[in-house]
């Protein structure tokens, strides 16, 4: 599966790029295969492990946070791998000339 999710601390005021980055650490840490980019980490693996990553990631803003958003988008699709390049790979096929 993959899990796109985004953690914002809130009650810490407008900069909150280090503390969003313990979660990027947690994600990165975990060894699943995993991609960050402006808005969203995507990570990729079975039910139990992302959500645990995700779990811990949440974890990790809560405890510099009085208050943590989740938004959290998944692709359950079982036999599946490394759709995380996958996805990505068919789009850019399909945008070549």
Do not use: H, Q
Request: glycine share 6%.
């Amino acid at each position: 599966m993959l899990i796109a999710f985004s953690v914002t601390p809130l009650g810490v005021g407008e900069n909150v790029g280090e503390i969003v980055a313990e979660a990027v650490r947690v994600v990165r840490a975990s060894g699943l295969p995993n991609r960050t980019d402006a808005m969203f980490t995507t990570v990729e693996g079975d039910w139990d492990e992302a959500m645990a990553v995700v779990k811990e990631a949440v974890d990790a803003v809560a405890a510099r946070a009085p208050r943590v958003s989740l938004v959290l988008k998944a692709d359950l699709r079982p036999g599946v791998t490394d759709a995380l390049n996958a996805k990505v790979e068919t789009i850019e096929r399909y945008l070549s000339p």
